[in-house]
């Protein structure tokens, strides 16, 4: 009993170290060698002082490999500027703390509060280069028009967008028009 107390401690000690300090956790087990928490969520503010969070259902991270956490049924809700914020709403994901890297692979969808909603089967983000890729089909809509692509990759954070593979834009004449007159 005391070797499995001091095993508990090891644990949680081993967990912490590794973790944010903002981050807020109802449980901890340990499962398959791996850590499970329950309802992970972290928040806080960006450099230009913008509100961000995310929130998943479980995070389960390896003990052997404390770097790789994977996070089930994950609500995220990011600044893109002052303005302009992104809900993110996905099945999974694996992020790699050492490579900094978060693999989403599994369906997404992001929508931002200025009407635009993208539809993702799954994409691999490096953060810090700031870039983006998929390999599999995407569809994106907004007030007056929607793309539907094969490939998508970002760059430079997010300001070039290169769509490949049978890509379809629609656009409704009508936004054509309001944007002409502007």
């Not at 998929?134 to 430079?156: E, H, V, W, Y």
């Amino acid at each position: 009993m005391a070797g499995a107390i001091a095993l508990i401690f090891l644990a949680v000690s081993f967990v912490r170290a590794f973790l944010p300090e903002e981050l807020e956790l109802e449980t901890a087990t340990i499962e398959d060698g791996k850590i499970v928490m329950q309802n992970p969520a972290i928040s806080g503010r960006n450099k230009q002082n913008i509100s961000y969070s995310m929130k998943a259902q479980r995070a389960l991270q390896d003990i052997e490999n404390p770097d790789l956490i994977t996070l089930e049924k994950i609500h995220a809700e990011m600044p893109v500027n002052d303005t302009l914020i992104a809900t993110v709403n996905a099945v999974s994901g694996i992020y790699d703390r050492g490579a900094n890297t978060l693999d989403m692979n599994a369906p997404f969808t992001i929508s931002m509060n200025n009407g635009v909603y993208a539809d993702f089967q799954s994409a691999y983000l490096d953060i810090n280069a700031g870039e983006m890729e998929t390999r599999q089909p995407i569809a994106i809509s907004m007030n007056g028009g929607s793309i539907i692509a094969q490939k998508l990759r970002m760059t430079d954070k997010g300001r070039i967008v290169t769509f490949e593979g049978m890509v379809r834009v629609n656009v409704e004449p009508s936004a054509i028009r309001k944007n002409a007159k502007k």
